[in-house]
């Protein structure tokens, strides 16, 4: 009878425990899944401010100084001449700043080029700061995500610049590959590493932030005179496929 009693008290108790862990793991989906809407709405409630104060009030003032120099060219055009020149100079200004926010929703060298061309491009920008970028990628890689290139983009262009700023190395080398059903990135430097409080900081936050949001990993290993390496594992399950 005791041994009965114990062996349905261990099954309640395993029970017990298993839910125990499904709640745990369900909280932690439930937070991460708050946490990539909060951050979708952060960045639509950036964009929104970016249009509606920025844009938009350039464009209502392009519609009145055009409408003023239209009345200006038959009494005085080189007034109007002055007025249509400024307006050509906001007018660039406006568009360098669409640029800037279409650049922040989507580099437009991963439609350009793809992301391991994309990723060389912005490599080579390091050459006049005296770092050199190896890269190491398969000669073609397959349609990838939309989502999983600019995270891939986006935390190589993090990583790089953590090298190029706290290293101290002359070289680095970036690694992409694919493994079951995922993309791999690594950067690895032999430099002086990053000091402690860098560990923690917004880049690399943001950088396993953005892994985590695809439900990948980024892994981020540093020790004084040892050099960084960064780690990445996308799974490229989720999200559309580029056509």
């Known amino acids: 009878m005791l041994r009965d009693i114990a062996l349905q008290a261990g099954i309640a108790v395993h029970a017990v425990r298993l839910t125990a862990e499904l709640q745990s793991a369900n909280d932690g989906l439930r937070e991460a899944r708050e946490h990539l809407v909060t951050s979708r709405e952060e ?5 929104r ?3 509606h104060d920025g844009l938009g009030p350039q464009f209502a003032g392009f519609t009145l ?15 109007a001449d002055r007025l249509l020149e400024g307006l050509s100079q906001n007018a660039q200004g406006a568009v360098s700043e669409i ?6 929703l989507r580099p437009p060298a991963l439609d350009d080029l793809g992301l391991a061309a994309a990723l060389r491009q912005h490599a080579a920008q390091y ?14 890689l397959p349609p990838l995500p939309a989502a999983v290139e600019v995270a891939a983009y986006r935390i ?12 101290g190395a002359g070289s680095c080398k970036l690694r992409i590959s694919l493994d ?11 430099g002086r590493g990053l000091p402690a409080e860098r560990r923690s900081g917004v880049g690399l936050q943001s950088m396993r932030e953005r892994a985590e949001e695809l ?10 005179g040892s050099g960084t390496s960064v780690r990445v594992r996308l799974p490229l399950s989720n999200g559309e496929r580029r056509g």
């Not at 190589?156 to 290293?167: F, G, K, M, W, Y």
């Not at 079951?180 to 032999?190: I, K, R, S």
């Open 43 to 47: 960045e639509r409630r950036r964009l």
């Open 49 to 51: 401010r970016d249009l």
């Open 65 to 79: 100084r055009l409408d003023a120099a239209r009345n200006l060219l038959r009494e005085d055009s080189d007034a």
């Open 99 to 104: 640029r800037r926010l279409v650049y922040a």
């Open 127 to 140: 050459a006049p700061t005296g770092l050199h970028v190896s890269i190491d990628t398969p000669d073609s």
């Open 156 to 167: 190589t262009q993090e990583a790089l610049a953590n090298v190029a700023r706290h290293s």
């Open 180 to 190: 079951e059903g995922a993309l791999c990135l690594e950067v690895e430097d032999h």
């Open 215 to 224: 439900g990948g990993v980024c892994l981020v290993e540093s020790a004084p």
